[in-house]
Nanobody, 123 residues
């Protein structure tokens, strides 16, 4: 089992920044690819970004490329999402997730999920 707890969400004005954190406990954190997804009201959960177990490989959704940065600290069992130049359309609940199979972008390839943290961007 892996337990994931997100933090760092909140209310920010358009153009602002937030940094999300996801603290992991349980099985060896460094064995897992770590992803961030988001879900806006009335919409399906969508892929945002993923980072490999080593941190060397990252992928981003086109909608956040150049604005968001994922990173991880395996010594602290934590993955981060730095979000800059936020837009109202970034408003969603953001979920941290762990996958035993590389760096997938599909929700079905993830084995563990956090409970989510709300990000609201006002215009």
């Amino acid at each position: 089992q892996v337990q994931l707890v997100e933090s760092g969400g909140g209310l920010v004005q358009a153009g602002g920044s937030l940094r999300l954190s996801c603290a992991a406990s349980g099985r060896t954190f460094s064995n897992y690819g770590m992803g961030w997804f988001r879900q806006a009201p009335g919409k399906e959960r969508e892929f945002v970004t993923v980072i490999s177990w080593s941190g060397r490989i990252t992928y981003y959704a086109d909608s956040v490329k150049g604005r968001f940065t994922i990173s991880r600290d395996n010594a602290k069992n934590t993955v981060y999402l730095q979000m800059n130049s936020l837009k109202p359309e970034d408003t969603a609940v953001y979920y941290c997730s762990a996958s035993r199979t590389g760096t997938p972008t599909a929700t079905g390839r993830y084995d563990y999920w956090g409970q989510g943290t709300q990000v609201t961007v006002s215009s």
